[in-house]
């Protein structure tokens, strides 16, 4: 049974980077018909999607958060990553890592998710 | 822009009850829309997707229809563990969430 499991920096400084990793257990991340993607929800707030990865390597990024994000996906550790520059406050989260179902070209659903990890930015 | 919204915002049932939850989208999205059940401290777990169709396990007192601009899911009998806040999600394009319907015991 496929598993994700997140880990990173629970707390990190404004302005600095954070960085998160989604270990894949009992399964392979190289595999056709998914990608790979992080979803975060603030305190009290809803879902927001921040970035997906193929296992081809092609990238697509919430075009609200595009220009501090980076994904990257590492086949031979079977884990993926996650890095969000120049935090904020706003920042402040639950960040799960997710497998995306593909149903609709490079788009799809969520259907594996990881426990979430809380991460805050703060001084 | 394409923007999610769903009503009510908070839905309050009686166990055994019939619920349903409404999610629009701003512009046309197709048949391409999941329906997401989230607890506190658990993660998100998929219900339906193509607007339609259950995902693996999840029970058939959850149903789901719609195309196009608006969706709905129905929950024929609400049980005691199905309370929680439900999203829709389109991924027509990028992936984007509505606010969510909590649904909570009246």
């Known amino acids: 049974q496929l598993q994700l499991q997140e880990s990173g920096s629970a707390l990190v400084k404004p302005s600095q980077t954070l960085s998160l990793t989604c270990a894949v257990s009992?399964?392979?991340?190289?595999?056709?018909?998914?990608?790979w993607s992080w979803v975060r929800q603030p305190p009290g707030q809803g879902l927001e999607w921040i970035a997906y990865?193929?296992?081809?390597?092609?990238?697509y990024y919430n075009p609200s958060l595009q220009s501090r994000v980076s994904i990257s996906v590492d086949k031979s550790r079977n884990h993926f990553s996650l890095e969000l520059n120049s935090v904020t406050a706003a920042d402040t989260a639950v960040y799960y890592c997710?497998?995306?179902?593909?149903?609709?070209?490079?788009?799809?659903?969520?259907?594996?998710w990881g426990h979430g990890t809380m991460v805050a930015v703060s001084s | 822009e394409l923007v999610m919204t769903q009503s009510p915002a908070t839905l309050s049932v009686s166990p055994g009850e019939r619920a349903t939850l409404s999610c629009r989208a701003s512009?046309?999205?197709?048949?391409?829309v999941a329906w997401y059940q989230h607890k506190p401290g658990q993660a998100p777990r998929l219900l339906i997707y193509?607007?339609?169709t259950r995902a693996t396990g999840v029970p058939a007192r959850f149903s789901a229809s719609g195309s196009g601009t608006e969706f709905a899911l129905t929950i024929s009998s609400l049980q005691s563990e199905d309370f929680g806040v439900y999203y829709c999600?389109?991924?027509?394009?990028?992936?984007?969430f509505g606010p969510g319907t909590k649904v909570d015991i009246k």
């Open positions: 997710a497998r995306v179902e593909l149903r609709h070209f490079d788009f799809g659903t969520f259907d594996i």
């Open positions: 009992g399964g392979s991340i190289n595999t056709e018909g998914h990608s």
């Open positions: 990865i193929h296992h081809r390597g092609t990238t």
């Open positions: 512009q046309t999205v197709g048949s391409n």
């Open positions: 193509g607007a339609s």
């Open positions: 999600q389109q991924y027509n394009i990028w992936p984007l």
